[in-house]
């Protein structure tokens, strides 16, 4: 019986220090949750479109989980979930003269496109909300939205856009030296 109790109350303290751990979500935690990789190229890109770097990473954390080989059912690839004819138009609006499908494998190639696009997507929409949910849902559902009030009407977009930004905002925490933001 004294086993039994004993386990019970090991049981209830490892669950009660798990609920703990994941309502504050300490550095240490967050860090194993939500990885950062390629934190030279995220910084980088992030300071040449203006853009905050713990949103970037957000960004890509929801896209891919940071893997640079990720593909969606819809097409998209790589570590911002790029569609391929929106990277070819990104590539010719940068200067780009031989854009390939296979270039959007490479961190720094997709990460360069994608904050390109969401540096347009904030700077057409002047919401960074609105923004998130033209990288996820277009922009022609976007601007249907805006036209009848600038609400967002998918659920799963409004899901996306409240995951980012709460991913935002654990980057900011547990990575501010990584992705220079004490600077």
Do not use: C
């Not at 049981?11 to 950062?36: H, I, K, M």
């Not at 190229?41 to 929801?62: F, S, T």
Request: no cysteine; net charge negative.
């Amino acid at each position: 019986m004294r086993v039994v109790l004993a386990s019970l109350v090991l049981l209830a303290s490892l669950a009660v220090g798990l609920v703990y751990v994941e309502q504050t979500n300490p550095s240490w935690y967050a860090r194993l949750r939500y990885p950062l990789e390629y934190e030279h190229i995220v910084r980088g890109h992030a300071e040449n479109y203006d853009l905050d770097a713990a949103l970037l990473a957000a960004v890509i954390y929801r896209e891919s989980k940071f893997d640079a080989d990720a593909r969606s059912s819809q097409g998209a690839l790589g570590l911002m979930q790029l569609l391929p004819d929106t990277a070819e138009g990104i590539a010719l609006n940068t200067g780009g003269s031989r854009f390939r499908v296979a270039d959007l494998l490479d961190p720094e190639i997709n990460v360069r496109y994608g904050s390109f696009y969401l540096r347009r997507l904030l700077r057409k929409y002047g919401d960074e909300r609105l923004a998130l949910a033209a990288y996820n849902a277009g922009q022609t559902n976007v601007d249907e939205w805006v036209a009848a009030g600038g609400e967002i009407r998918f659920a799963e977009t409004e899901q996306y856009v409240d995951d980012v930004l709460s991913a935002r905002e654990i980057y900011a925490r547990a990575y501010a030296d990584e992705l220079g933001l004490d600077d």
